[in-house]
């Protein structure tokens, strides 16, 4: 995991290219004939003038380019998504190293949600390094469920490049959101007892507001690393018959 951001030695992007293959080949696969012709111009247009204004107009084409937005099998991508998120690497790829940066932060804050989403989803492919976890903190402060989804579920980035504490805020978010933390990928990696415990406040303080428990709450828990006094707080609202069935049997089973 990629800590020390501002300490990298280089400012250009390595992108996975392996996976922005896999994804190309399956945008492909699914175009029919006009959108195979308005893709192609598209990237005629990008080597002519590959800069933040063209790849921004050609995002806010994507949908009419593409007639039918139809979701691409086995993916969890739309194909605007896919598109805005391929076109992004293509860009990015011909820019000078120290241009990589500043053209991927500037096309997030040009971006509406919609284009939000399709970067933030494709930042691990774009970003191996962990160059850019200052806008993924930034996008992460968003108070929109779908973009906020884009950055935390289905995706490595926060996994390998967040520090823990960072790490745990986004978790925390998620639940208060309502996401599926199952979706949430290095979770388990990364439970611990201080994890634990901001569950565990989380918990009380919905508890005494009065308000449902998070129904994912209990997976943000490692119940086999609870400290004793974790456990007494638990056992206790247990017996007070306060906590949801399913924490019991979470807690018979540790």
Known sequence: MNKDVAGSSSTALEMRRDCLEQQRQAFLQHLDEAGLRWWRQALEQLTQRPDATSAALLSSQCK??????????????SHVQLARALLLAEVLERQPATGQLPLLRQLFLWGDDQEKIALLKALDWLDSQGLCVELALQAGRTSNSQVFAALSLDTLYPSRHYDDRAFYQLV????????????????EQRQSVALNQLALDLLAEQLAAGRTVSAGLPLAIAFDLLSPAQRQRLEGLARQQRLPPQWREHLTAS
């Open 64 to 77: 009419r380019g593409l007639k039918q937005d139809r979701w691409t099998h086995g993916t969890g991508w």
């Open 172 to 187: 925390l978010k998620a639940l208060g959101m309502g996401l599926d933390i199952r979706r949430l990928l290095g979770l």
